[in-house]
């Protein structure tokens, strides 16, 4: 207790100087409504506790504790805003960057010191680099490669195969019957509805566009029989199901960005951003009058990517 | 030791010192780790007082809320793809094959009290940490407070928004609704774009092709473990910096750049910020209370071949998915491959190149003007026309972007041509940027010509006088501004209302240092 502290003077402040008085003009007064702010969130949390007690509903839970903390909260902020000294106060901001010796100091331990003991041992340096280096790209194996399979051939296939059976969500086959002229559902590959790739890559809708053999393009002349037609549900911009369908204008539409299909040209998009048309399956009837896929998709379903032919 | 005058209560007291059990405790501390001096520093430092500097704790503190309302939500959630039959207490959805996910998002929700306000706080509050670091952005910006020394610290911001933002969306996607799965799978099919990679991207980044099993757990350890982390890390690096370099603070009476005027971190501040903490927790509170949001149980399990009509992802995601649909079709399929440019630009190079500028915007800046000397006092936003200009121009851009998220919303409401609509939009993206600008600028200008534009407005006097012309004189200046002509005093440790009795001196006690 016998060093030497230098006290710091504040000599030019008197005990009645405003920048030390608080803010508000009659504290009193402020410290009562600041007290009944308290009470309030006080009783507020304990209705909280309370409610929490019973099981009230959510709101009551929501509405005391909220209520409870804002009243707490502006309380608080009034304390430190009236009641306290209104300042201003000052501090001064010190230059934090060093002279030019002391940072030359720090520049020169790391050049002459590090750089002298790698400049002497260039060997060891480079083998460490080296091994460094090596641990960094096998190490991206484990963190990247193992995450997932490589794509291979998935994306451009679906579980559609030749003489694969319709059938809607329930598992049900669906029969050339069973839809009227501008009727909709969407199709599955039989034994496919229930599995996540069923339901995400090979969705299909099934349109009833008329009553006789529907050609939607050139080429696809048995593609829509008894007026049966199929395409991807994957919307061919972001692979949203193209769940909309506009009966009276015969198109298809994207709820996520509009792109709307043309279902009896082929699928063309027509508006909105999607860039190419839905892929269409090719479908046949049976003898028994059950509607049964052709042949997979001729082409990828679903948005574009890199090795997209 | 036996000395019977210790025994005695006062004697007790005086062998503590004139501090007591607080004053030995310091002693005790300092003695180990040396903080008297530090902690007095730091008591000792300044804030300024202005309303725009809030903006930045409505941020930190809806991030307390975030961390503590989350902690209780993982308490209860399984991140989990497994199906099982739904036998909870909401009726509709009683006996369906849904997601673990699901299941305990919604048994959450309903079952677990407090759950339902616990997991609204957490969505209000997410919602508000990204929108106050945007407001907050704003201040920094359109002030110049990102000038040298503090590009660092800008660019720490500008990651934790976009971690911000990132976060949301793996928060907003754990429930497996249908609202959400949608957006899992554009996030799939944008990832699929990316020229060269993208297939394998997503395959890794989901574990298989979509959907897979592994997103959900996936996502969960992203938005419950790394992400956070990460974000408290730099959330202190970015509070580090901020009292390294102390505040800036706007020109004023008794202001330089060598100083920082406002109200010290002990008691005055630490009062009003624990107050907006509790304020800002109560506020999430009501609003978790009383606005119902993302009702999970109304949309429903998620099922890849079903959707949802008219569903918007949250504000933040707003501005990407109008970019997505207001951009043009146009794609590149040949030499047997395609590059999706109508999914890559507008979902992966517009963001990149939108982040990267605001990230480099010091730098741009400076390389612009000139200017890279240090700088501690603000600029008004009229003080500098040009930035002001860009900044405005910039904001409406994204503005316009994110209201374009809405197209078949505005269609129908206003009855209105989905083509029309879509059509302005595309003009207005372009067209109001560019009147955004000239326009700022000269508002600025003008507002930099006119005198006292800064100062609060008071009425003017008018008069008529005998010529018939009218006379204005302004009024004497606003209480409130006249305050702030006080000069700023250095901190006296003390601080009594009314002078202690014994002490002899000034009301004010000496401070030892």
Known sequence: MTEHHTPVTLSSVSENDPRLQPLAKNPQDVERRIAVLFVAGMVLEACFGWAYWINAQPWILGFTFGMGLTFLGIGLIAWGKYL???????????????????????????VDRGGGVIKRRKLLAGLLGGGLGVFSITALFPLIRSLGPLPGTTLQHTDW?????????????????????????????????????????????????????????????????????????????????????????????????????????????????????????????????????????HEAVGPGFWERS | ???????????????????????????????????????????????????????????????????????????????????????????????????????????????????????????????IFVGAIVMHMGRVFFTGAFRKPRETNWLIGVILLILGIGNGFLGYSLPDDLVSGTGIRIAFSITESIPLVGSYLSFFLFGSNYPGTAVIPRFFVLHVLLLPAIIVGLVGAHLFLLVRQKHTQFPGPGR???????????????????????????????????????????????????????????????????????????????FGHTIPFEVFIPSVILPGVIFNIIMAWPAIEAKITGDRSIHHLLERPKDNPQRTAFGVAFFSLIAILFIASSTDVIANFFRLDLATVLWAMRILTIAVPLIAYPLTLRIAKELRA??????????????????????????????DDALTHHTAIALPTFITEAPAGDTSDTGVRTVER
């Open chain 2, 1 to 127: 030791m036996s000395d019977s005058s210790l025994t005695t209560k006062r004697a007790k007291k005086q062998a503590l010192g004139p501090y007591g059990k607080l004053g030995q405790a310091v002693n005790e501390l300092d003695e180990r780790l040396g903080v008297a001096k530090g902690g007095r520093t730091f008591m000792d430092k300044i804030f300024p007082d202005h309303w725009s500097f809030m903006l930045g704790e409505i941020a930190l503190y809806s991030f307390v809320v975030l961390l503590a309302t989350g902690v209780f939500l993982t308490l209860y959630y399984v991140p989990s793809t497994a199906l099982v039959t739904y036998r909870g207490s909401y009726a509709p959805l009683y006996g369906q094959h849904v997601t673990q996910a699901f299941a305990s998002s919604v048994d959450l929700s309903f079952a677990v009290r407090g759950g339902l306000l616990m997991r609204q706080m957490h969505h209000w509050a997410c919602d």
């Open chain 1, 84 to 110: 306290m000294p209104q300042g201003p106060f000052v501090e001064e901001r010190h230059v934090l960057a060093n002279s030019a010796a002391d940072r030359d100091a720090f520049t020169a331990a790391i």
């Open chain 1, 161 to 297: 195969k030749k003489g694969t059976f319709a059938v809607d969500v329930t598992g049900r086959r669906v029969h050339v019957d069973d839809l009227t002229v501008g009727s909709i559902v969407t199709i599955f590959p039989e034994g496919k509805e229930e599995t996540d790739n069923g339901q995400a890559v090979d969705q299909t809708v099934l349109i009833r566009i008329s009553n006789s053999n529907f050609t939607t393009q050139k080429g696809r002349e048995t593609w829509g029989p008894s007026g049966y037609v199929a395409y991807s549900k994957l919307c061919t911009h972001l692979g949203c199901p193209v769940g909309l369908y506009e009966q009276k204008l015969q198109l298809l539409v994207c709820p996520c960005h509009q792109s709307m299909f043309d279902v009896t040209n082929g699928a063309i998009p027509n508006f909105g951003p999607a860039p190419r048309p839905l892929p269409q399956l090719p479908i046949y009837v049976d003898a028994k009058g059950f509607i049964r896929a052709q042949s997979d998709f």
């Open chain 2, 256 to 334: 330089t750049e060598n100083n920082v005027v406002g109200s010290p971190m002990f008691p005055i501040f630490m009062a009003k910020t624990t107050g907006f903490l509790l304020l800002v927790a109560g506020v999430i509170g009501l609003l978790g209370a009383t606005a119902q949001i993302n009702p999970i149980w109304q949309f429903g399990p998620y099922e890849a071949a079903r959707i949802s009509y008219a569903v918007q992802p949250d504000f933040y995601m707003g501005f990407l998915d109008g970019a997505l649909r207001i951009w043009p079709s146009w794609t590149f399929q040949s």
């Open chain 2, 450 to 479: 006119l005198e006292g534009s800064s100062q609060r407005k008071t009425a003017n006097l008018v008069t008529r006088n005998a010529e018939g012309g009218y006379d204005a004189v302004s009024a004497p200046i606003h209480p």
